[in-house]
């Protein structure tokens, strides 16, 4: 029996989370964390009955105490109901799908607990990289990606220990704007970011791949996950995204994991792995795909993938800046507060601003969102 807690389980990957666990029988979720959707919480509670469940609102989560009180399940809240659900005894492996970097302390703790993380809170390795990787070797926790295209990346690898990886190929969709001009986006509405072609996502992360910055975020997570340099990810845009994402190696041999844009292969893989397992769902049919369209990414028009390159290689604090000036942004343009192009401007601008501060630690690194988010407030 496979036991899992689950961190961010009302959110997109969350929730595709329980549908993989609907499937299997051999799976057990041990514990639930929310940010603060009472009543979906309380159905998933009820539907999967875990030991303890957790509302980072702890307002909710006395409401939720009260539904739940014909139950046993126990209910915590906060960063500490938090901590105790990446924690909990009986599982096995965590998945990290909360939204924003308030998933260090409990990625951390988890991996301290001797729990396998599915990793799909990508700001914990962006900002902090540095202290998780060694500290899952040392603990000997396995980190599983989760995003498709870092699981297409696992894939790829399996195998090929001891092979030299030349680069690795990161492939983009483009997003809803594939192709247009700064002019053209200077009248991008709320409602046109949140159109994604290909995958259905939640909101701030659904603006982030419109703005390539969630590409960013990507590229300097798989420096972390695969041990290679920056440079040596680099990006593709593939429109259909059926590559999901590929290795080269230095014979020049290119391996790539293909398949239907569904998120629930790469949770399954994760939590099952290295078993893959049948999975209800389409399959790419070949007679009928017509044709594979690559491009290079626009760097020029679409800033925030080259500002994550930049954030990378200056490394120390500047990838936190960068995150959490995305995160400052993009909730103020969901709020209409700002404009779509104001989204880039201010991670620039903050970036610009920061005074890196090189191998932080944890502190540090909250520290330095924290003034990112004062700085652009007063802006």
């Known amino acids: 029996m496979k036991k899992i807690a689950i961190l961010g389980s009302t959110g997109s990957i969350g929730t595709q989370t329980l549908e993989v666990v609907r499937e299997n029988p051999d799976m057990q979720v041990t514990a639930l964390s929310a940010g603060k959707n009472v009543g979906l919480l309380e159905a998933q509670a009820r539907e999967f009955h875990p030991k303890l469940v957790s509302l980072q609102d702890e307002e909710a989560a006395k409401t ?40 260090i ?47 297409a990346i696992f894939q790829s690898l399996n195998g090929e220990q001891g092979n030299r990886i030349d680069k690795i190929l990161l492939t983009a969709s483009g997003g809803p704007f594939r192709g247009w001009t700064k002019e053209q986006l200077k009248s991008v509405r709320l ?33 972390w996950l695969f041990d290679v340099a920056l440079d040596d990810v680099q990006v593709v845009i593939q429109p259909q995204s059926v590559i999901h994402s590929m290795v080269q190696f230095e014979d020049g041999a290119v391996v790539a994991q293909l398949g239907v844009p569904d998120m629930k ?55 936190t800046v960068f995150n959490a000036a995305n995160e400052w942004a993009v909730a103020a343009f969901l709020k209409r507060e700002i404009s ?21 630690g944890l502190e540090e690194i909250l520290q330095t969102e924290a003034e990112t988010y004062t700085y652009l407030s007063e802006m």
Do not use: C
């Open 64 to 103: 939720l105490a009260v539904r739940l009180a014909d139950t046993d399940i126990r209910v915590v809240s906060g960063m500490d109901g938090l901590l105790e659900t990446a924690t909990e005894g009986t599982a096995d492996i965590v998945v990290t799908a909360v939204v924003g970097m308030i998933g």
């Open 265 to 319: 292969l790469p949770i399954q893989y994760a939590l099952l792995y290295p078993e893959r397992r049948h999975m209800p769902g389409g399959r790419l049919d070949f007679w009928t795909l017509r044709s594979l369209d690559f491009a290079a990414p626009d760097f020029e028009n679409f800033p925030g993938l080259s500002l994550a390159y930049e954030a990378g290689r200056a490394g120390g604090t500047m990838p």
């Open 340 to 360: 779509y192009l104001d989204i880039t401007n201010l991670i620039g601008a903050a970036m610009a601003h920061h005074g890196k501060t090189e191998d932080p």
């Open 191 to 223: 409602e046109d970011a949140l159109k994604h072609p290909n995958w259905a996502m939640g909101r701030k992360i659904t603006i982030d791949s419109s703005t390539m910055v969630n590409k960013g975020l990507e590229v300097m997570e798989a420096r």
């Open 105 to 151: 302390r409990p990625t951390i703790a988890a991996i301290e607990a001797g729990k396998d993380i599915a990793l799909a809170n990508k700001e914990t390795l962006v900002t902090a990289g540095h202290l998780i990787m060694p500290l899952a070797k040392k603990r000997g926790v396995r980190i599983l990606p989760v995003d498709s295209e870092h699981s």
